[in-house]
């Protein structure tokens, strides 16, 4: 079973940054496992914000393109999601993901950490 742990949410003004950490309690997702932000505001379905592959390819969705970078540390089991030009509809609750490389095998999720962006 493994476990994500993300950090680093809060609340900021507009044009604002921040950091997101997610620490996994394996490494060996970090080999193997395709890694993603997403976030859910209230009322609205969950989306994917960026995605890194377990090969190191970075894609993200077009309303944070420019804005959000994703990153990883494998020798710290982190991956993180910096966060400029912040705005209010990035407000969601933020979560990490580890996608299995096959079909039948199990994808985890963090708890969750919130990012509240208003004036």
């Known amino acids: 079973q493994v476990q994500l742990v993300e950090s680093g949410g809060g609340l900021l003004q507009p044009g604002g940054s921040l950091k997101l950490s997610c620490v996994a309690s394996s490494s060996i997702i970090f080999g193997s496992y395709d890694l993603g932000w997403h976030r859910q505001a209230p009322g609205k379905q969950r989306e994917l914000v960026a995605n890194?592959?377990?090969?190191?390819?970075?894609t993200y969705a077009d309303p944070v393109k420019g804005r959000f970078t994703m990153s990883r540390d494998s020798a710290k089991n982190t991956v993180y999601l910096l966060m400029n030009n912040l705005k209010p509809e990035d407000t969601a609750v933020y979560y990490c993901s580890a996608k299995s490389p096959v079909p039948t095998g199990s994808d985890y999720w963090g708890q969750g950490t919130q990012v509240t962006v208003s004036s």
């Open positions: 890194i592959t377990h090969e190191g390819t970075t």
